[in-house]
C-alpha cells in the first residue's frame, strides 16, 4: 500500500511510536482521497473537512488497535456513515430552513491565498485538458445515485476491491458489483468511453 | 489490470487518472486541515494508549502521595489535646447515674438486709455524715 510520507508527527512517546507512526502513514495515505470522496456526496468543502476529520478520530479512538491491514475498510465505513449522519441532518435543516421568510447567504466566499495556491503544476495544455475532464466527471458523478457514487470512487479512486469495498460500504459484495457495473454505465453514456 | 489483478477499461483508467489529478490539486487550505485534523486523531489514539503505562510510572509517585496523605491525617487526628474546661460546678452534687448504680449494686441489698433487716447501716452512715458536717462547721 502506498503511504505518503508527507508531515510526518513528531513522536516523544516512545512506546506508542511505531504505533503512531504506522497511524500517521495510514491517515496521510487516505487524507486526500477520502476528502474527495467526502466532497463528491456533501457537495460542501468544510463539511466534507469536518466528516473526514470524524471519521479520523473515530477510527483512532475506537478501531486503532485493530491491525492495519483492516483500517482502510474500517475508515471509509465510517466515513460513510459520518457523510450520512450529515446529509440526513442537511436534509432536515433545509426543511427547517424552508419555512423561513429569508434565507441569507451565509457562505464564506472570501479567497483564501493558500487555498488558491495551486498544489501541482503540469504543463497549460494537460492542465486544462484535465480540468475539462474533472469537471465532466464530477458534474457526471453528481448525478448518480449515492450507492453508486460511492462505489465508483471507492473503486477507481481508493483502489479498494470487492470484498473492502463491501466493508466499506455495510453491503454484500454482489451489492457491489452490481451498483459499480451500473454507475460504469451511467458514466460512460454521459462522458463516452475517452473523454479525456 | 488493477491493483487487484482485475482487467479495467481505459474508461475505468481515464477515470482514475482525472479523480488521481483533481486529489493532486486539493488546495492548501484543505491539506493544512486535513494534516491538523490528522495530528488530533494520532493525539487520540495515543491518549487511548497512555494510561496503562502511565500507571506503572507514575506509581510510585501516587503511592507516595498517598502516604503522605496519610500520615498528615494521622497526625492531624491526633494534634494538640484541648482540654475543654468544666463550668463551674457548686458544692460536689452527685451524677444522676450513682443513685442508679447503688440501687443496681447488689451489695447496697445485703446492707439493708444487714443484721435485722431494719437498716442499721444506713442510720450509721447517716449520723456519721452529720457528725462529719457538724466538725467541719466547728
Known amino acids: 500500500m502506498p503511504v505518503s510520507t508527507h508531515g510526518d508527527v513528531e513522536l516523544s512517546d516512545s512506546s506508542t511510536n511505531a504505533h503512531s507512526r504506522t497511524l500517521n502513514q495510514f491517515l496521510a495515505g487516505v487524507e486526500l482521497k477520502a476528502f474527495k470522496i467526502a466532497q463528491a456526496a456533501l457537495r460542501h468543502e468544510d463539511d466534507a473537512l469536518d466528516a473526514v476529520q470524524d471519521a479520523m478520530l473515530q477510527l483512532a479512538r475506537a478501531y486503532a488497535d485493530k491491525p492495519a491491514e483492516e483500517w482502510k475498510p474500517l475508515f471509509y465505513r465510517i466515513l460513510e456513515n459520518r457523510i450520512r449522519d450529515m446529509q440526513r441532518r442537511r436534509t432536515v435543516r433545509g426543511r427547517v430552513i424552508a419555512w423561513l421568510p429569508f434565507r441569507g447567504d451565509d457562505e464564506d466566499d472570501e479567497p483564501d491565498p493558500i487555498a488558491q495556491a495551486p498544489s501541482n503544476d503540469p504543463s497549460p495544455v494537460k492542465k486544462l485538458e484535465l480540468a475539462e475532464a474533472m469537471g465532466a466527471l464530477e458534474k457526471a458523478l453528481g448525478e448518480l445515485p449515492r450507492r453508486q457514487q460511492q462505489v465508483f470512487l471507492l473503486r477507481t479512486l481508493e483502489g479498494l476491491d470487492v470484498a473492502e469495498t463491501a466493508i466499506a460500504m455495510g453491503c454484500s459484495e454482489g451489492s457491489v458489483k452490481t451498483h459499480y457495473f451500473r454507475a460504469l454505465q451511467a458514466l460512460r453514456q454521459q462522458l463516452g468511453e475517452s473523454y479525456v | 489490470m488493477s491493483a487487484h489483478g482485475e482487467e479495467i477499461t481505459e474508461f475505468e483508467r481515464q477515470s482514475c487518472l482525472v479523480l488521481e489529478e483533481s486529489v493532486l490539486r486539493i488546495d ?43 500520615v498528615a491525617m494521622v497526625l492531624w487526628h491526633r494534634g ?59
Open chain 2, 80 to 138: 494538640p489535646q484541648v482540654e475543654v474546661p468544666l463550668p463551674p460546678t457548686v458544692g460536689e452534687a452527685p451524677h444522676p447515674g450513682e443513685d442508679l448504680d447503688l440501687l443496681a449494686d447488689g451489695e447496697a441489698l445485703d446492707l439493708i438486709q444487714d443484721g435485722d433487716g431494719s437498716g442499721a447501716f444506713y442510720e450509721w452512715a447517716a449520723d456519721q455524715t452529720e457528725g462529719n458536717g457538724n466538725e467541719t462547721a466547728t
Open chain 2, 28 to 70: 492548501g487550505r484543505v491539506r493544512s486541515r486535513l494534516n491538523q485534523a490528522r495530528h488530533a486523531a494520532i493525539e487520540a489514539a495515543a491518549a487511548r494508549r497512555r494510561p496503562l503505562w502511565r500507571f506503572f510510572t507514575l506509581a510510585p509517585t501516587a503511592g507516595a502521595a498517598a502516604a503522605a496523605l496519610l
